[in-house]
């Protein structure tokens, strides 16, 4: 799977734009629509919180006449990050932990305490032990191996 967010450059304006990759079009503050398809894609990312930082680079390097930051490729972000940064905004707390229960059986059909751990110390919100007792307690995972979990 490929990036799904890209940085490029408005032809008529000069200025650096973030945009989802899947997209065919894209409109540019300066009112000119951009086929996505006739411009390079400049740098490329996973995560939303990286392009921001990568749009900002672009710009002020194309302000300053310097050239733009070399491309780079995406690299495979680690999967235990994907999970918390979508459970992360979740404010419920029960909810955010069937996010994570629901993101560990995507990623390995399967998944123990140390996973939960894993995401637990990424969020800094709620131990591991807490997460799995909660999960369990509300029949949101099920223990079909001893100390092995799924989601329901």
Not at 4 to 11: A, D, L, N
Not at 105 to 110: G, N
Request: charged share 30%; proline share 5%.
């Amino acid at each position: 799977m490929g990036s799904k967010y890209g940085v490029i450059v408005c032809p008529k304006c000069g200025m650096a734009r973030g945009v989802e990759t899947a997209k065919k079009t894209t409109g540019c503050q300066c009112g000119n629509e951009i086929v996505l398809s006739h411009v390079k894609i400049k740098n490329q990312t996973d995560s939303p919180l990286e392009l921001a930082d990568l749009v900002a680079s672009t710009n002020a390097a194309l302000r300053g006449g310097e050239p733009a930051p070399p491309e780079r490729k995406s690299r495979k972000k680690d999967p235990y990050l994907s999970i918390a940064e979508r459970a992360k905004p979740i404010k419920d707390s029960l909810e955010r932990m069937r996010s994570i229960a629901q993101g560990l059986t995507e990623l390995q059909s399967r998944f123990t305490i140390d996973d939960i751990r894993r995401i637990a110390s990424l969020l800094g919100k709620d131990s591991a032990e807490d997460v799995l007792a909660r999960l369990k307690d509300h029949n949101l995972v099920y223990e079909f191996e001893p100390g092995v979990y799924r989601s329901v």
